[in-house]
């Protein structure tokens, strides 16, 4: 048995995986500068909207108990407030709870990081977990997909947002795709997000082993460091008869002077959801 603090350290040897959960609710009006000894003052958790797929859309920064108390930047796409939570406390809250791992194994690698899937129970209720953990840097921005209640969520997390950079800049990493609501299954693939800090605009394009994800003209908030679209598209070139989904798009830079980049998506009906994090 192992606790569930000790989830990602211990079986992944994964460190900072997202923030605490139990943060204040507040708004993100400015970026906000991490502290040595973050306190609950300086978390936030934000439903800043509701995708047409009927998810709900979390961006907020929360204190990781399982790493040093390092306060953290996140992006969630979930079914709701408590969908979140639970997220938030099995992967970081520090106080023990009986977490049984029954299984660990390796999915896949790109050229940015590792995908793995993890599967643990807490009583006699079992979960699976696929984990893509970049390996660019020391940021350590990761990405969580997990099916709770018969649907798969995602969070997407880095360091806390120091600043916003003036120019453009290229981020590069992993994602986690799923297109099938009824299934745990999350595949695995990369993405490229050029994002260009004095006019607030970016550009994406990411894929899987079958799909091709991208939205042009993203919207960045340069005050916070949140962006969002509503013309992501998902295609299956080699797919016949399944047509092209419209997604929306949110999520957040993160880390000093923009290092980073988390996001989440959900396609306008329901079929498919995903997240993504990387680094420049």
């Known amino acids: 048995m192992i606790n569930k603090a000790s989830l990602l350290l211990a079986v992944l040897a994964l460190s900072g995986c997202l923030g605490g959960g139990g943060g204040s609710v507040s708004n993100i009006s400015s970026i906000q500068t991490a502290t040595p000894t973050p306190t609950v003052a300086d978390e936030s958790s934000i439903n800043v909207r509701n995708h047409l797929s009927g998810m709900q859309i979390f961006v907020g920064d929360e204190i990781d108990e399982t790493s040093n108390n390092q306060l953290r930047t996140y992006a969630a796409v979930v ?31 790109n050229d940015f990081g590792e995908t793995r899937v993890v599967n643990f129970s807490i009583g006699t209720s079992n979960f699976s977990t696929t984990i893509y953990i970049d390996e660019q840097s020391d940021e350590a921005v990761n990405v969580n997909g997990i099916f709770l209640s018969g649907i798969p969520n995602v969070t997407a997390d880095g360091a806390t947002l120091t600043s916003i950079p003036a120019g453009t800049f290229t981020y590069r990493g992993g994602l986690l795709h799923n297109s099938d609501r009824s299934s745990a299954f999350f595949s695995s693939g990369s993405f490229t997000m050029v994002a260009n800090f004095d006019t607030g605009r970016a550009d994406f394009t990411g894929n899987t082993s079958t799909l091709n994800i991208a939205a042009t003209n993203i919207a960045i908030d340069t005050n916070t460091g949140q962006f969002n679209s509503n013309n992501l598209t998902i295609t299956c070139p080699l797919c016949i008869g399944i047509p092209d989904l419209t997604a929306q798009m949110d999520g957040s830079f993160t880390g000093d002077n923009a290092s980073g980049v988390v996001g989440v998506y959900s396609s306008t009906g329901g079929e498919a959801v995903g997240g993504f994090a990387g680094v420049r």
């Open 79 to 109: 079914t709701n407030q408590s969908a979140l939570d639970f997220i938030l406390e099995t992967f970081t809250d520090d106080t023990p709870q009986a977490l049984n791992v029954t299984g660990d194994s390796f999915q896949a690698r």
